[in-house]
Structures are given as structure tokens and as C-alpha cells.
């Protein structure tokens, strides 16, 4: 069995910033895609940035030049730095992975974790 557990969310204010971290842990052989969506009340949920393996990470225009995405292989983990927060980014952020466990190598499945809510104050 394979867990993502998220950790950093909270309330902040307009301007502020906030640090999100995703732990992947279980019966893992390989971690390919690790990414963060969010979704914000009465809207679909939406990639918010996302990072493979060994390659360069991919965000939505509503946040390039404000959030960062970054993983450590040897942990598991993918961070999500979110600096010059704003009303709209205000949404329940999902950490993603798409993982390939020892039972089913070679095979990706995906994974979400349970979410943390992040308030942006005006």
C-alpha cells in the first residue's frame, strides 16, 4: 500500500508565503510524475505544478513566477513553495504521484493525497 501524506497548509495573508510538503511512503518501487493540484470551492480541480523524475517542471500560468516545485528522489517528497499569495490561490492543494509499487512494476497508478486547505486573506 502507498500513502502521500501533505503537511504545510494554513491561512495567510494577501502577499504572503507558504511552504507545502507531500511524503510518499509504502511499497514503492519507483516515483515517476509528482505533482500538486488544487481545487477551489465550485471549480473543477486544476494542476497547479508538476515535476518528473528527471526533468524540468511544468506550472500553470496562474502561478509561474510565484510557486516552486521541488522533489527529492532519495526522500520521496515534492515541496511546493508558494510566495506572493493571492485570493484566488485560496483551495484545497492535492499532492499527486504517479507511482509504480512492488507489486505492480512497470506500471504506473495514481496516487492523491487527502489534501490541506490553504486560506488567502484580502
Known amino acids: 500500500q502507498v500513502q502521500l501524506v501533505e503537511s504545510g497548509g494554513g491561512l495567510v495573508q494577501t502577499g504572503g508565503s507558504l511552504r507545502l510538503s507531500c511524503a510518499a511512503s509504502?511499497?514503492?518501487?519507483?516515483?515517476?510524475?509528482m505533482g500538486w493540484y488544487r481545487q477551489a470551492p465550485g471549480k473543477q480541480r486544476e494542476l497547479v505544478a508538476s515535476?518528473?523524475?528527471?526533468?524540468?517542471?511544468n506550472y500553470a500560468d496562474s502561478v509561474k513566477g510565484r510557486f516552486t516545485i521541488s522533489r527529492d528522489n532519495g526522500k520521496n517528497t515534492v515541496d511546493l513553495q508558494m510566495n506572493s499569495l493571492k485570493p484566488e490561490d485560496t483551495a484545497v492543494y492535492y499532492c499527486?504521484?504517479?507511482?509504480?509499487?512492488?507489486?505492480?512494476?512497470?506500471?504506473?497508478?495514481?496516487?492523491w493525497g487527502e489534501g490541506t486547505l490553504v486560506t488567502v486573506s484580502s
Open positions: 509504502g511499497s514503492i518501487f519507483r516515483i515517476n510524475d
Open positions: 499527486n504521484a504517479r507511482i509504480e509499487t512492488m507489486t505492480t512494476r512497470y506500471a504506473s497508478i495514481n496516487y
Open positions: 515535476i518528473p523524475t528527471g526533468g524540468y517542471p
